[in-house]
C-alpha cells in the first residue's frame, strides 16, 4: 500500500510538473458531423488560440454556454481570431439531433462527435460541460469545469490574454 | 526498506522518461461521500456504516504514439445507488497501447462499440455505476483510405471480477467516396460487424451452443443537408441455461434502427424509427441485470434535463419494443415579432414506443411465435409529446420553458403485475427563469408542475400530482447556491404529502468542483445519458470533489 502511495505522489508529482508546461491534446480520433473521422491533433487554427468545448444535446449548461458565445463569437473572432471546437458526447440515443440542433441553433463551430466518449476519457473530462484553452502551440493552457452565466467573460480574459502576451 | 526504494527509483525514472520522451500524464479524480440519515416517511434507510464512499482516480501516461492508463477504484462500502457487489479497493482497470503506420494496438482494457451498439457496446457511466469494460486484445487499423478494421477479444468486467463469456469482434467501416476517390455530393459511408460469445455448456438435459453470434450492417448516406442513417442487426439463437424445456428460447433475435435528419441554417428535423425483437446479448446466458448486458438498443425518447419531466422516464425494452420519434428544431428570427431581439428557439418532440404483436419471438417444442414488423396496435410502453421554447428577451433575462404530455405504462416498465397501477398519463410544465444582476452575478428560478392520472381503473393509488422550485444564486466564476423542494402535494395517502428539500452550495476553481449538499431524495428511477436505475430514497449529507489535471 505504502508502495502504491508513494509511487501515486511521484505521478502527480511528474503531472504537475509537466502541466506547468502545458499538455498537448492527446491521439483520439472522432468524427465530423459529415461521418468523417479526423484526429484530434489535427486540428489547428494558423497559430491562433482554440478553445474545446465537451457538450450534449440533453445538457443544459452546455447549450446556455455555447448559446451565449455564439452571440458575441463574431466580435471575439474578428479580436483575437479565436476558434471554437464544439465535442458533443452525445451518445447514439441522441446523436442524430446533434446535427439539427447545431444548425436551427446558427452556430458558427466546429462540430464533432465523440459517442462513445472516448476523448471525453482522455482528456479527463468526467461532467459536461467542460471547456479547454488551446494556445497557438496546441498546447492546452487553461481548462474550466461547468457553466454558470458569466463564466465566458472569464474565458474571453484568458484568451485576450494569449493573443496579447 | 529496500522496496521502497526501488520502488523510488521507479518512479524517478518514471519521471525522467516523462521528460525526456516529452510524454505527459493526465487524469482525473472524483470523491462521493454520502451520510444516510434514517427516515421512515420516506422508506430512507440509515446505511450501518453512517458514511459510504466511491472515488476513483484516473491516470493516463501518453508520449508519441505509446500509452498506458489505469483507473483506481475505491468503494468503502458503495454509496446505497450502486450495486453492493461494488465493495473495496482495485485496480480494475489498465490498459496498455501503441500507434504504428495506422495500426493501433491496445493490450489490458478498452471500451468499444461496433456502430450504434445494437450487437456490442461496451461503455462506463460512472453516474450510474454501470463499466462493462473489456479485458483482452484489441487491434484497430486503417487501410489505406476510407477503409477502417476493428477487432478484438477479451472478456467484459462485472463489477470487480470478469463474467464467464468469452468475446471475439470484427468491425469494418468504408467510406466509399474516399476510397474510390469519387467527387459525387452524395456520400456514402457502409459498415459491417461481427460478434461472437463462447461460453462453456454446462447444462446436462439440452444440447445449448457453446458459440453464439450476432451480426449487423450499416449505412450511412449524406447530402447536403439530409442525412440517412440505418442499421440492421441480428441474432442467433441463444437460450439461456433452463433445465425446463417450455422456458428454453431457440428463436433468433433481431434490430434495426433508422433515422432520415434534415437541416439548415435555422431549421432542423430528425425522424426515427427502430425495433427489437429478443436482442439482449448478454455476457453471461443465466445472468440478468445491466452489469451483464453487451448490446445497446438507443431509446427512443428525448433525454430530459429537469426533474418532474423525467419522473417517469423511457426505458428501452431490447425483448420487444417498436417505436418512432420525430424532432423538430426551429430558430424564429431575430427582429420579428415572436423572434423579438435575440431570436426564439423551439424544439418539437414526439416518441411513441409499443410492445410487438404476441410478445418477442419464442420457439422451442411448444411454441412458435415470430410477431409482425410493423404493428403500432399493441400495448403502449410510453409516448411524449413535448415543446421546449428558449428565449432570452434582453441582457438580462433569459427563460426556457417546457411543456409535455407523457403516458408511461408502469406496470410493464416496472416490472408490476398487470392491474396494480396501470397506466399513468401526466401533463407537465415547466418555467426555468434566470436574471443576471450585475456581472458574474446570476439568480435562477426553476418552477415544475406534474399533473398525473390512472388511465384505468387499478388496485393501487399512484403518486399523484407533484410541485417542484428551485432557486439558484450564482456569482461566477467560483460559486453557487441552490435550494430546491419538491412536494407530492396530490398523493391519494396523506401521510405521504411529503416535502424533498434539498440545499446545495458549490465551489468551482478551474478544473475543480467541490459540492456539499444536504437533503432528502426520493425514491425513484434516474436517467443520465439514456440509462435508467432505480434510486434509494436517502436522507442525508452529501460532499463531492471532481478535479482533473
Not at chain 1, 458575441?72 to 446535427?99: C, F, H, N, P
Not at chain 2, 476517390?181 to 460487424?193: A, D, M, Q, V
Not at chain 2, 428460447?249 to 433508422?258: E, I, P, R
Not at chain 2, 439548415?264 to 440478468?288: P, V
Request: net charge negative; proline share 2%; with cysteine.
Amino acid at each position: 500500500m505504502k508502495k502504491t502511495i508513494l509511487f501515486l505522489t511521484s505521478i502527480f508529482f511528474c503531472a504537475t510538473l509537466t502541466l506547468a508546461q502545458g499538455k498537448s491534446l492527446p491521439n483520439i480520433d472522432v468524427k465530423t458531423l459529415q461521418g468523417k473521422t479526423i484526429n484530434i491533433q489535427d486540428l489547428e487554427n494558423d497559430g491562433k488560440p482554440m478553445v474545446i468545448s465537451f457538450w450534449a444535446t440533453w445538457c443544459k449548461p452546455c447549450k446556455k454556454e455555447l448559446n451565449t458565445i455564439a452571440e458575441v463569437y463574431d466580435d471575439w473572432q474578428e479580436e483575437t481570431g479565436v476558434k471554437l471546437i464544439a465535442i458533443s458526447i452525445d451518445d447514439t440515443r441522441s446523436m442524430s439531433k446533434v446535427a439539427p440542433y447545431v444548425n436551427s441553433s446558427d452556430w458558427d463551430y466546429e462540430v464533432y462527435l465523440d459517442s462513445n466518449s472516448d476523448l471525453k476519457r482522455a482528456m479527463g473530462v468526467s461532467t459536461v460541460p467542460h471547456t479547454f484553452l488551446i494556445n497557438g502551440e496546441g498546447k492546452i493552457v487553461w481548462n474550466h469545469k461547468g457553466y454558470i452565466d458569466g463564466d465566458e467573460e472569464e474565458l474571453y480574459e484568458q484568451i485576450q490574454h494569449l493573443v496579447t502576451k | 526498506m529496500k522496496n521502497k526504494f526501488l520502488t523510488f527509483l521507479f518512479s524517478i525514472s518514471c519521471c525522467n522518461l516523462i521528460a525526456q520522451n516529452n510524454g505527459q500524464i493526465t487524469g482525473d479524480f472524483s470523491l462521493n461521500l454520502q451520510s444516510y440519515v434514517e427516515d421512515a416517511a420516506i422508506n430512507a434507510a440509515a446505511a450501518d456504516e453512517v458514511v459510504l464512499n466511491n472515488a476513483f482516480l484516473n491516470l493516463t501516461y501518453s508520449s508519441n504514439n505509446f500509452i498506458i492508463g489505469l483507473r483506481y477504484e475505491s468503494y468503502l462500502n458503495a454509496l446505497l445507488d450502486y450495486d453492493s457487489e461494488f465493495r473495496g479497493n482495485g485496480v480494475p482497470y489498465r490498459y496498455a497501447g501503441y500507434t504504428i503506420d495506422g495500426l493501433e494496438i491496445t493490450a489490458g482494457n478498452f471500451y468499444e462499440q461496433f456502430g450504434s451498439g445494437l450487437i456490442f457496446r461496451s461503455y462506463e457511466e460512472k453516474g450510474l455505476g454501470i463499466d462493462n469494460a473489456m479485458d483482452g486484445i484489441r487491434l484497430k487499423y486503417k487501410i489505406g483510405k476510407g477503409i477502417s478494421l476493428k477487432s478484438f477479444i477479451g472478456k467484459s468486467r462485472t463489477f470487480f471480477t470478469y463474467a464467464e463469456g468469452i468475446f471475439r469482434g470484427i468491425d469494418a467501416e468504408i467510406d466509399i467516396n474516399e476510397s474510390f476517390e469519387l467527387e459525387n455530393t452524395t456520400k456514402y459511408i457502409l459498415g459491417g460487424s461481427f460478434i461472437s460469445r463462447y461460453e462453456q455448456r454446462t447444462n446436462p438435459k439440452f444440447i445449448i451452443p457453446q458459440n453464439v453470434a450476432a451480426y449487423a450492417g450499416r449505412l450511412n448516406i449524406l447530402n447536403g443537408g439530409w442525412n440517412y442513417y440505418g442499421e440492421f442487426a441480428y441474432k442467433i439463437n441463444d437460450p439461456i441455461n433452463s433445465l425446463q424445456e417450455n422456458q428454453m428460447n431457440y428463436a433468433s433475435g433481431s434490430a434495426f434502427t433508422n433515422s432520415l435528419t434534415y437541416s439548415q441554417r435555422g431549421f432542423g428535423i430528425t425522424a426515427e424509427i427502430h425495433r427489437a425483437d429478443n436482442m439482449l446479448l448478454l455476457s453471461e446466458r443465466e445472468r440478468t441485470g445491466k452489469a451483464y448486458i453487451m448490446n445497446y438498443i438507443p431509446t427512443l425518447s428525448k433525454p430530459h434535463a429537469y426533474t418532474l419531466l423525467a419522473i417517469y422516464p423511457c426505458a428501452t425494452q431490447a425483448m420487444g419494443e417498436l417505436g418512432v420519434q420525430l424532432d423538430i428544431f426551429y430558430k424564429i428570427k431575430k427582429g420579428t415579432l415572436l423572434g423579438g431581439k435575440y431570436g426564439t428557439k423551439v424544439n418539437f418532440n414526439f416518441s411513441r414506443i409499443n410492445g410487438l404483436e404476441g410478445g418477442y419471438s419464442m420457439l422451442n417444442d411448444n411454441q412458435d411465435h415470430s410477431p409482425d414488423l410493423f404493428d403500432f396496435s399493441q400495448e403502449l410502453y410510453y409516448s411524449d409529446i413535448n415543446i421546449e421554447i428558449n428565449k432570452k428577451i434582453n441582457k438580462n433575462i433569459r427563460y426556457n420553458a417546457v411543456i409535455a404530455n407523457q403516458t408511461y405504462n408502469k406496470d410493464f416498465l416496472e416490472g408490476k403485475t398487470p392491474g396494480e397501477y396501470g397506466v399513468l398519463n401526466s401533463t407537465i410544465a415547466v418555467l426555468d427563469l434566470s436574471y443576471r444582476i450585475k456581472k458574474g452575478h446570476t439568480i435562477r428560478f426553476e418552477t415544475q408542475a406534474l399533473f398525473s392520472k390512472q388511465l384505468e381503473t387499478a388496485s393501487k393509488e399512484a403518486e399523484g400530482d407533484w410541485l417542484m422550485a428551485l432557486a439558484e444564486y450564482t456569482i461566477s466564476p467560483n460559486w453557487f447556491f441552490a435550494i430546491q423542494d419538491m412536494y407530492n402535494y396530490g398523493n391519494e395517502n396523506e401521510s405521504k404529502r411529503l416535502h424533498y428539500m434539498n440545499i446545495n452550495v458549490g465551489f468551482l476553481k478551474g478544473s475543480t468542483r467541490f459540492e456539499i449538499g444536504y437533503g432528502k431524495k426520493r425514491e425513484g428511477i434516474f436517467c443520465v445519458g439514456g440509462v435508467c436505475k432505480l434510486v434509494p430514497s436517502s436522507n442525508g449529507l452529501n460532499l463531492s470533489i471532481t478535479t482533473s489535471f
